[in-house]
């Protein structure tokens, strides 16, 4: 089984600030959530974990697994999308004559990406080498395994595993901490 989460909440989540590859730790509140997730889904069975090596994610994921004697391993390929030069600013996708605004509210139409950030090809390429490489031999073995990411990230996964259309890109709504069965 395929299994993925988003991490904890951080400060800048709360103030809707653009995260991206800006490496943010858990809030408290990020903290408690990663901690009752652990207690809810403990009982589900995970073999390995992979995780982005951003803070949050790598914070959320030991909490998360905390005394279950999972491997928690960091792939770059997992890192969340970079937002470029709109990291750290908040509301960012309200700018309806910035490019950000494409990408979150008309994926398909998001060709050029923002200034130092990152385009749709680059994120699927990366991430669909890793699902290639790492998750489809291991699901060919019977192994469980949990994906601790980030929004974008993710959902470029969940989009590449389940044949979302880019247009839908944003339209799985991933939460902080729920844990998403894929297949």
């Not at 395929?2 to 809030?27: F, V």
């Not at 491997?71 to 309806?96: A, H, W």
Request: net charge neutral; hydrophobic share 35%; proline share 3%.
């Amino acid at each position: 089984m395929l299994y993925i989460m988003r991490h904890g909440q951080t400060e800048w989540n709360a103030k809707h600030k653009l995260q991206g590859r800006t490496d943010i730790p858990l809030s408290d509140k990020g903290r408690t959530m990663a901690r009752s997730a652990g207690n809810e889904y403990r009982n589900i069975h995970f073999d390995v974990c992979y995780c982005s090596p951003l803070v949050r994610a790598k914070e959320t994921a030991e909490i998360l697994l905390k005394d279950r004697n999972i491997p928690v391993i960091t792939d770059d390929r997992l890192v969340e999308m970079s937002f470029g030069v709109y990291e750290g600013k908040e509301n960012c996708f309200q700018l309806k004559e910035s490019n950000i605004y494409t990408l979150f509210k008309q994926p398909e139409k998001y060709i050029v990406p923002v200034e130092n950030g990152e385009s749709f090809d680059e994120l699927y390429s990366r991430t669909g080498e890793f699902i290639r490489e790492v998750v489809e031999p291991q699901l060919k073995e019977h192994k469980d395994i949990l994906i601790v990411g980030h929004g974008a990230m993710n959902n470029s996964i969940i989009c590449q595993i389940n044949n979302i259309l880019l247009e839908k890109f944003w339209s799985t709504g991933i939460e902080n901490c729920k844990l998403i069965k894929l297949k």
